[in-house]
């Protein structure tokens, strides 16, 4: 079905009291409410029986259920027929409601997965080279603890500013380590959260 068919069937099979519980509002027994679009005392905002909508006296606005959505999301006419279809359960734009639309949002999520893949790839790798630092900066540490066991002898300072060297290494390793962990989670999170919200797009 074609955007504008989707968008007439809405029309038809939605109401502006479905719509207006679904945001919370409830007009009075005039059938009017204060409208949320300006800055409204007297309720100003009237809503007509069946598909005839609502208008505004205050401000003016007014339409049909997808303007009144529209005006509420500040958001285009697509998103707004997109939406009303999904809260409200018709089924009508899905899937091939604009198949050229269809083809820029797969193209977009599969350029997201990319990006994503290779920034959690990245710091995978950036993860396993700072591991193997650890690692060695660890064995160094503990070879010359178990040689210091061995030949007990005055540490002069030049050893000593040697191990606090590797100390400081290695807890700035550990340190990169929970940052490469922390960036993998945040990606993670971040295209999750792009998959949920592509209708916005
Ligand atoms: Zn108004």
Known sequence: MTLSGAARRIRDLVSMDQVLAFYGY???RHGTM???????????????QG????????C??????IDFVMAHESCSFRTAVL???????LGLTEPGLDPEEDERERK???????????????CGLMKRVYEEQLRQLLKKYQEAEEMNEKYPMRMGPEQYAVLTAWKED???TEFKISQADQLIREVKEWRRKAGRVRLRW
């Open 26 to 28: 409830r007009p009075n």
């Open 34 to 48: 204060v409208c949320p679009f300006h800055g409204d005392h007297d309720p100003s905002l009237k809503i007509y």
């Open 51 to 58: 598909s005839r909508g609502w208008y505004c006296y205050g």
């Open 60 to 65: 003016g606005r007014g339409g049909s259920v």
């Open 83 to 89: 939406m009303l279809d999904r809260v409200f359960s």
């Open 108 to 122: 977009w999520q599969a350029a997201l997965d990319a990006w994503a893949g290779a920034a959690v790839r990245y």
């Open 170 to 172: 290695s807890e700035y």
